[in-house]
């Protein structure tokens, strides 16, 4: 740990959202710091408010800097802007690519990360651009893979060429999610490559450090604890991020995928100030994760790495962010959460004229994903509070609603005004219901052993009172198979019982 602050701070995840202006990170200095700043504090330090850096003209970044060696990708995570991607896939040309790492290094940069939008082990180049990064005198060079195609050899390879820390992307810590994720069922084989690399780590006595990401959607906000018990001796830190819009890419995160518990308002955003990204083709982008090339501020092919940091298209970039006049471009949607179109900072180097929104690759993809949620309602008098309950467990998947028999309904509250078969009738012509069983006791265990659902959703009133322990045994049976419990907030002012009262209080003055 590298300050105060973080060793007494227990908020841990929450601290990419931490504005805590007197945080002593602010203060991190490169120079006393460097290599060993561990994963955590380098995610914390992207997110830190750093207003002393934000000027027209900031300092050439130390550490920061991504070259993008090829935007090809294996995988098709859900939230991430490459699988909609038009841009020509490819790699960088090496000699480019050197001349650009050096021309950094005598910049002052002593970190490089190789990769951004593609998975690096799909390039075979990869170890000659870390040994070419050592050679030159690079402090810290690392790489993020989704580590499917990270096979012994590949590992051994760039370990051997001079790696400091490999990063493991993994977005769900089981295997049924994370196929649903990822767009692959990668998951035994990603576990396997993390094991050969902790394996080979012992083996050589190499000090290179191992990490694992899991970008948190509303899928997997609740499973931090599993990640743990999983990656348990596999990794030296797991870090957590909330999904994002994919530097303003992917829009339609924020009403399928954002965490619940997610609650930024508006992005804090350093990377104009103090990160430096190439692209495949050589231009300079101020996003580090540029997948139509719409933040491009300098073509590095033209003029150097100096030139284009300080040239005119950068730093009218920072004016605008400095002021807040994002308008028209991709960062006005990232910082604030909007949709509005948006054109790139340079069209001759874009393919695209207009980035355009669409939401449709991650609507079908939950649409046709085979996640089930099972919602227990007795639903005999329908109200908006059944209604937002099976909107909230459509977002998860098929919902499959355990309708409480009649005997069920009378063995706690009274005989039901309607029969279950009328009841059924009903609920399963509600939008966004797929199917309904009937649920015989109020102990939920044998529908939830049978059906295995990937989600239960239930309103947070049973969180006390007579049902806390059926919800208690009913989130420990869901665990067994990696199932998670939702609750979301329970609907105010509308009850089963309030309208009987209201209809019986009625009668008594019509009578
Ligand atoms: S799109 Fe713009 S605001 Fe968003 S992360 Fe990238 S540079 Fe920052």
Known sequence: MGCNDTMTCDKNMDCMHCDNATCTLRQYDYDKMGKDVDLMERVRLKKANRDNLYSLEPPFPRSNF??????????ACIFCAHQKMQRKVGKM?????????????????????F???????????????????KEIGYTYVYLTSNGSVATPER???????????????INAPQRKLYEFIHGRDDFDKVMEHLRYLNQYRKETGKNYKIYVTGILTRFTENLKDMYYEVFEGLADQIVFKYVYNQGGYMP????????????????????????????????????????ENMLIV?????????????????KDMRRRFMEDDLKGTLCDGCVHHTTAPARPTMPECSEVDEYIFD????????????????????ADIIHPGHINIIKTAAQYGKVIVGLFTDEAIASYKR???MPYEQRKVVVENIKGVYKVVPQVTRDYDDNLRELKPDFMVHGTDWREGPLADVRAKAISTMREWGGQVIEPDYTKGVSSTMIQKKIVDRAKENS
Request: net charge negative; with cysteine.
């Open 66 to 75: 991504l070259m993008e060696v090829s935007n090809v990708c294996n995988h």
């Open 93 to 113: 040309n090496k000699d480019k690519a050197f001349d650009i790492l050096q021309q950094a290094y005598d910049l002052g940069t002593r970190e490089v990360g």
């Open 115 to 133: 990769y951004a939008t593609g998975e690096p082990f799909l390039v075979p180049e990869l170890p000659e651009y870390i040994a070419k990064a």
């Open 155 to 169: 590992i051994r390879a760039v370990i051997d060429a001079g790696l400091d820390s490999i990063k493991f992307s």
């Open 252 to 291: 339609e995160i924020e009403d399928y995928l954002r965490c619940r518990c997610d609650d930024e308002e508006c992005r804090k955003c350093n990377l104009p100030f103090d990160a430096i990204s190439v692209t495949k083709e050589g231009y300079l982008s101020i996003e580090n994760a540029d997948y």
């Open 298 to 314: 300098a073509d590095l092919n033209k003029v150097s790495l100096y030139d284009g940091w300080y040239g005119d298209v950068m």
């Open 359 to 378: 939401d449709s690759m991650v609507r079908e993809r939950i649409e046709k994903s085979n996640l089930t949620v099972y919602v227990p309602m007795a």
């Open 415 to 417: 005989v039901p005004y």
